[in-house]
């Protein structure tokens, strides 16, 4: 399943990072069959695709 939302890129220090909306996430890591951790995923930014990870930081 592929899940689309718009939002803008951010980053903390050198690490770029989006807000992924609340039932996106929550999708996510029930399919990942986890609920902390890292999860591989496959991100398109302006059209270009790249293999990303995502994370839980501070409980965002």
């Not at 990072?17 to 302006?46: M, S, W």
Request: hydrophobic share 35%; with cysteine; aromatic share 8%.
């Amino acid at each position: 399943m592929m899940h689309q939302f718009k939002t803008t890129l951010d980053i903390i220090g050198i690490n770029p990072f989006v807000y992924v909306p609340e039932q996106i996430l929550k999708d996510l890591f029930t399919r990942a069959g986890k609920d902390k951790g890292h999860i591989p995923e496959c991100i398109v930014i302006n059209n270009n695709q790249h293999k990303q990870t995502l994370v839980k930081f501070s409980g965002d």
